[in-house]
């Protein structure tokens, strides 16, 4: 199956700086990309989507001055964590995928952890 | 708004018994995709399966299958020959038209020796 690859897997950073997470499609041109937050014990939250080439459509209630989103290529989008806080501390999930009717594919996640 | 509810926060079942998990999802759209993906310690997301909401058949995965009944906007999960390595949280996921998918609470399942 299709591989999506996402970095880091784990990032300790001090409050107040950035954090940046890489999610590439190995083997496949992914035209649409989203970004998932994922609390403990609790389900994938929808942040956003991130269409390549174009501005990212953020869900209510999500940061986008917090949460930039960069889909520069068919094959990454990435996502930035500015100026982080504590309470960003969270597990990040991307997936990838094609056409609505496709099947998404997801990254590994990355743990970020806001000291 | 598109919704889906998994009203079981747990299960637990016997190893090589069968277990069912339940969702159900509220949407007007005709045309769209539901999916049950696992979640196992690792936190790795892997689709278990996939249903079109115009096939009327059910999908089967080897021992996973499930019950679509489009009317009632249920689509259960029925995992047979439960093995160890079932242990997930298991989520019932919907995806719309505009390509988002959109995920239920998840059910945490433990599959006992």
């Known amino acids: 199956g299709a591989v999506v690859s996402q970095h880091p897997s784990r990032v300790i950073c001090k409050s107040g700086t950035s954090v940046k997470i890489e999610c590439r499609s190995l083997?496949?041109?992914?035209?649409?990309m989203f970004w998932y937050r994922q609390f403990p014990k609790q389900s994938l939250m929808l942040m956003a989507t991130?269409?390549?080439?174009?501005?990212?459509?953020?869900e209510q209630g999500v940061e986008k001055d917090k949460f930039l989103i960069n889909h520069a290529s068919l094959t990454l989008s990435t996502l930035t964590v500015t100026s982080a806080h504590p309470e960003d501390s969270s597990f990040y999930i991307c997936?990838?995928?094609?056409?609505?009717?496709?099947?998404?594919?997801f990254g590994s996640g990355t743990q970020l952890s806001v000291l | 708004a598109q919704t889906v509810t998994q009203s079981q926060p747990e299960m637990s079942v016997q190893e090589a018994e069968t277990v069912t998990l339940s969702c159900t999802y509220d949407?007007?759209?005709?045309?769209?995709?539901l999916f049950w993906y696992k979640q196992p310690p690792s936190r790795q997301m892997i689709l278990v399966i996939r249903?079109?909401?115009?096939?009327?058949q059910n999908a089967t995965e080897n021992r996973f299958s499930v019950n679509f009944q489009k009317a009632a906007k249920s689509f259960s999960l029925k995992i047979s020959d439960s093995q160890l390595g079932d242990t997930a949280m298991y989520f019932c996921?919907?995806?719309?038209?505009?390509?988002?998918?959109?995920f239920g609470q998840g059910t945490e399942l433990s599959v006992k020796p």
């Open positions: 997936s990838a995928g094609g056409t609505t009717n496709e099947k998404l594919f």
């Open positions: 083997d496949f041109q992914a035209t649409t």
């Open positions: 991130s269409n390549e080439g174009s501005k990212a459509t953020y």
């Open positions: 949407t007007s759209e005709s045309n769209y995709y």
């Open positions: 249903q079109e909401a115009y096939k009327q």
């Open positions: 996921a919907f995806r719309n038209q505009g390509g988002k998918l959109i």
